[in-house]
């Protein structure tokens, strides 16, 4: 019994193990760590239930089940990484989420709040697929370099990422599914001591959270 288990494990995970085609690495995916765990809990309930029987069919189950989870936000990832190729848009995977990094040069002029209209073509590109995928709600957070202090920056990012929510809801996402943030200049992803590292922090950040 212990031994089918440990196969039933083993297959699952070489099952899912891809080629990662914006790499060319080979490792395991999200869909193949949801796969093996599912596969793993499937199969001893079953065996609890039915003995051997019982667990090669409870590791079906399980297994189709937890790849199910694993790969949703793969799939999404995969999509939007499609549609955002070349657009200065980085997409990112942080833990079970998806991360967009949207440079001011894409969204907003230096000081302002109002949407470029270069931004509208990218939204439109991400809220395509987050309808698609709406088991997976969207954070979204605005920041600025250190240039200036919080009194100005927090307000700023905030509008910012209320203008960036609330495109995504007129292009037909619910509402519920978005929340916006401002952080001023705090996470700085560069150095705030060059101009090309303070441009780099003025950005807007989509979260994409599986909410499943």
Same mark, same amino acid.
């Given at each position: 019994?212990k031994?089918?288990?440990?196969?039933?494990?083993?297959v699952?995970?070489?099952a899912?193990?891809?080629?990662?085609?914006?790499?060319?690495?080979?490792?395991?995916?999200?869909?193949?760590? *949801?796969t093996?765990i &599912?596969?793993?809990? =499937? +199969?001893? %309930? !079953? #065996?609890?239930? *039915?003995?051997?029987? &019982?667990?090669?069919? =409870? +590791?079906g %189950? !399980? #297994?189709?089940? *937890?790849a199910?989870? &694993?790969?949703?936000m793969?799939?999404q990832?995969r999509?939007?990484?499609e549609?955002?190729?070349g657009?200065?848009?980085?997409v990112?995977?942080d833990?079970?989420?998806?991360?967009?990094?949207?440079?001011?040069?894409?969204?907003?002029?230096?000081?302002?709040d109002?949407?470029?209209?270069?931004?509208?073509k990218?939204?439109?590109?991400?809220?395509?697929?987050a309808k698609e995928?709406?088991?997976t709600?969207?954070?979204?957070?605005?920041?600025?370099?250190?240039?200036?202090?919080d009194?100005?920056?927090?307000?700023?990012?905030?509008?910012?990422?209320?203008?960036?929510?609330?495109?995504l809801?007129?292009r037909?996402?619910?509402?519920?599914?978005i929340?916006?943030?401002?952080?001023?200049?705090s996470?700085?992803?560069?150095?705030?001591?060059?101009p090309?590292?303070?441009?780099q922090?003025r950005?807007?950040e989509?979260?994409?959270?599986?909410?499943?």
């Amino acid at each position: 019994m212990k031994k089918t288990i440990l196969s039933l494990i083993a297959v699952s995970f070489l099952a899912a193990c891809a080629t990662d085609p914006y790499t060319g690495e080979s490792k395991v995916s999200k869909t193949a760590w *949801g796969t093996g765990i &599912g596969t793993a809990v =499937g +199969a001893g %309930v !079953g #065996a609890l239930i *039915g003995g051997e029987k &019982g667990a090669l069919i =409870g +590791a079906g %189950v !399980g #297994a189709g089940v *937890g790849a199910a989870s &694993g790969g949703y936000m793969d799939i999404q990832a995969r999509k939007l990484r499609e549609s955002l190729q070349g657009t200065g848009v980085q997409v990112a995977r942080d833990g079970q989420n998806i991360r967009l990094i949207m440079p001011n040069a894409i969204t907003f002029n230096t000081n302002e709040d109002v949407m470029k209209t270069s931004a509208n073509k990218v939204l439109d590109s991400v809220a395509v697929v987050a309808k698609e995928y709406d088991k997976t709600n969207l954070q979204v957070i605005g920041y600025t370099d250190s240039t200036g202090n919080d009194k100005i920056n927090i307000p700023l990012s905030q509008r910012r990422a209320v203008s960036v929510a609330n495109y995504l809801k007129l292009r037909g996402i619910n509402p519920a599914r978005i929340s916006a943030a401002g952080m001023g200049a705090s996470n700085p992803i560069a150095s705030n001591d060059t101009p090309q590292g303070r441009e780099q922090n003025r950005r807007v950040e989509i979260y994409l959270i599986n909410a499943q």
